[in-house]
């Protein structure tokens, strides 16, 4: 009997307990900092504006990466000059975007026209879990041409980085918006 009162008392005791509650569905909120943009001014046949939150590193031939730390990102641009070839850079930026068309849900294609400053070209958004989020291309079709596209350092799940891909394709449209020819 002592047994059963005390198997009875133990259980209520333990049954007094507060009552488990699911937590609520919560949602990750990434915030980044305003940009602040500063004028590229290097020995190459172009200038133009960047984030001052990039840190920058230089390659050979006028071609940068810009390196986003905090978001693990990097926008690799590549610069190549026009020397009768201007068909073949172009084939060969546009294979670039569309050979992540086996992952990507959809490719968007934005076209970019600055005739004050000699600067045309294409603004790529990609969605979905491709490799690259974000590729453009911009030439004055006769000396210069320039190819730039985003990548994270991590496994693509599009949902994930898609706060940091809006920031850093913000910074590639500053890019191209103040890109200038020397």
């Known amino acids: 009997m002592q047994k059963i009162l ?3 008392l133990a259980f209520i005791i333990i049954s007094c307990a ?12 990434l915030e980044y900092p305003n940009a602040e943009y500063y004028s ?7 200038t ?9 590193k230089g390659k050979e031939n006028c071609a940068y990466e ?14 190549k000059k ?14 670039l975007t569309y050979d992540h068309v ?3 849900d959809d490719i968007t294609e934005q076209p970019f026209i600055n005739a004050e400053n000699k600067v045309y070209g294409m603004f790529y958004e990609v969605g979905g879990d ?3 989020n974000a590729q453009f291309y911009v030439t004055d079709s006769t000396k210069n041409f320039m190819v730039g596209s985003l990548y994270f350092y991590a496994k693509p799940n599009y949902d994930s980085i898609m706060p940091a891909v809006s920031y850093i394709k913000n910074d590639i449209r500053k890019l191209v918006e103040t890109l200038k020819w020397k």
Do not use: S, W
């Open 6 to 8: 005390f198997t009875l």
């Open 18 to 29: 507060d009552e488990t509650v699911p937590k609520p569905k919560g949602q990750l909120r």
């Open 40 to 46: 590229l001014e290097k020995e190459c046949p172009y």
């Open 48 to 56: 133009f504006e960047l984030n001052d939150r990039i840190l920058l």
């Open 66 to 79: 810009l390196h986003y730390p905090k978001m693990k990102a990097t926008v690799y641009l590549t610069y």
């Open 82 to 95: 026009v020397e009768n070839n201007i068909e073949y850079l172009l084939r060969d930026a546009q294979k």
């Open 102 to 104: 086996v992952k990507a």
């Open 130 to 132: 491709a490799a690259t």
